[in-house]
């Protein structure tokens, strides 16, 4: 709370005119390009097909948000967070009854069951969460920045700044951010935050997921070095993996990277056809570059004012306010 | 002629039997806001989803309300930028309109915003990459500049009120300054409109992969604006027309008909870039998709714009009331249809297993932002001088 309450008195400091303008004018050099991954961006290579479905993984991510929420004093939130019993997630009657499973507000993450065509009692899982983009367009969308992107990653979230206009959710092309609808006062954008957010036991560690996963599915390193890792894999295993590490280009690139299997393909795993464009780079090229280089407002006006000027009448008797026609 | 008759209040009894109907709706509306802001919140009183996290509130009070109070910035434009004097007389109404229809942009924005008491947060959060920031700030600056335009009008009821001798030598005093300044506030008012009622076209481009492809163009933002250059118009038409019969008044066909010329000219623009965009990009493929996305749309261009852009053609349907009326009024549904189209049924969340249908509370709040300003409306045309028509002076005089 100390960190959002020191960023908030700053932007208050700022928000003079002079300091907005200049506020906008170098948000607005960021949004030109293309953004390119840096090299410090940390990611997370999921090996689809070793994952067992035992679900700890929903277990851990619900505890850490727990111990996060309630670390910033939100006592409420930190029950609705509160896991069942470890033992609870060991049922697997969740994946025949609630369809394609998606994250919910107070859990983050799901895996869902997928039946392998040629081994029968070895099913695929695959885990669904906030896929960190790395030019998220739930952090162009939003009007008040509340989305931040850290610098080896996470996207997380101040909900001090959220005003609950949702279009974050709008924008998200996974479906990611999920609302608190039934919360009267506070209500929060909720997802993943790759455990870097304020209060979590894990911040600047492995995830609460990656740790506790029994069978390795999940391996945090370096998104470039992840890269070469799986690329490699499908070359030696091309009868599991098929050729195509999900996350590598879609959207531009995200910082979750899925190896899958080859039986399937992306959309029978739940996963979303999708653009290598990020989203954002139209949209901002749109606004920037139409509205403030090749036509500025400051043109506009100048425009209008001297058509106001030169189609005058000759008298205005009127006293009609027209302004110029006075001088 | 008509540009000389000054605007007088409507010298009508207020309180008549539609009026009562408007008080019952809104009435109906402020219980409805009690029951969300107090009690159930958007889970009771919306059927939002995770998947659908924008419904009617969004799509009709929000963004079609932005676009139906283009008439205020057209018009302003065109009487006072271009200083066509004889369309003086619709200047004040269509103001009024835009004044209220942006104040009520901001109401219903109220009811929809989950945390609605941080809603002067992109004051000080300034996001200049965010569609919906450039959108929003606009929409604001253009409030306040919609109200400085309106001073005037308050000005010159209470200057010569005796009741009240200190506010008569204020206004006394301000009207002259404000008679100076307007100039620069009408431009920026041109300046804003054009620039966030454009933006709000681009907002649904960030979701390329939820978007139908019938409406998703980069050139969404465009066609926004030139439908908005569209509606301005024919909303002032079908609301000066609804006045006069309200007041019953003659509707003033020598202003209105030269005006749907302008109409006639941005409708045939945007069925043109429209048609241009869809070929283009090859979307007519979807046409025949059989999808309601398919339909909506066709309904949308024929009888919003092909069929009006016919309609207004014919100098002889210009000329008579009713049916300039009636062309009038499919411009304006069809531009509604648009809105909603891009906000919600263009909207096709990937993962959806259930669909939105608005419930009662949300339709109720939507029909009751309508009528309330209708119903203030009313009230400052009975107090303040917005309307001129020949009629009313007689009455007077
Ligand atoms: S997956 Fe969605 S919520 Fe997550 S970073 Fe990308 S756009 Fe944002
Ligand atoms: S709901 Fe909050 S986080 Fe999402 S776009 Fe709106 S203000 Fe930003």
Redesign the interface.
Known sequence: MGVSRREFLR??GA?GVAG?VV???T??A??SGAVVPSDDLMGVLVDVPKCIGCRRCEFACKEAAMQASAARGETKEAERFKPDAIEAFEDKSVFDDE??R?P??HCYTKINRFPNPEQPDKPFFTKVNCLHCVDP?CL???????FRKLDDGPVIYDAW???????C?????F?IP??????????QVRKCTLCADEGNPNKGKVPACIKICPAEVMTYAKRSDLLAVAHEKIRNEPDVYQDHVYGEHEVGGTSWLYLLPHQYSIEELGF?E??SKA??R???A???G??MKFFP?AA??AL??S??WV???GADQ?????????H | MSEHVLPVPVNRKFFTRGVFLLIVLAAIMACIAVYRF???????A?N????Y??GIWISIDVATGVALAAGGFTTA?LA????R?HY?AIARPALLTAMLGYTFVGIG?MF?????Y??W??????????????V?LCVVCYLNVLYIEFL?IVCERFQDDLRFPAIARYCKWLLPI???????F???G???S??HQ??LG?????????FHDLWDT?IC?LLFLLSAFMVGFPMVIFESMYTAWCFKIKPEMEILSPLSKYTLFFTGLYLAVKVTDMLIRGSYVYLTEGSIQSYAFTVEMLFGVAVPFFMLLSPKIRNTPRLLFIAALLIVLGVVMNRVNVFLIG?Q???A?VSYIPSIFEVAVTIGLGATLMLVYRAIVTFLPVISHPDLVARKA
């Open positions: 932007v208050v928000s907005s506020g906008v004018a948000s607005s960021e949004g369809g394609l998606r919910e507000p367009a162009s969308a939003c009007i008040v920045k509340a700044k959220c005003m609950g206009c949702r279009y959710m709008v924008a998200c092309p479906g999920q609302y608190e609808y039934d919360n009267l006062w506070t209500p979303l999708l653009d989203p954002p139209l949209t901002e749109i606004q920037h139409v509205f407002p506009w006006f209008l004012g058509m106001m189609s005058r009448p009127d006293g009609e306010p027209t302004g110029e026609g006075h | 107090l009690f159930v919140g958007l889970a009771g919306t939002l989803n995770q998947e996290p924008w434009t006072h930028i271009f200083h004097e003086h924005l929809d915003l989950g945390r609605p941080n809603i947060h992109p004051i000080i959060l300034w996001h200049g990459n965010s569609v919906l920031f450039e929003g005037p404000l008679g100076k300044v307007m100039f620069l009408v431009i920026a041109t300046v804003l054009c620039l454009s933006s681009n907002l649904m481009v960030i979701a390329p992969s939820k980069p933002s909207y969340p990937p993962y297993t």
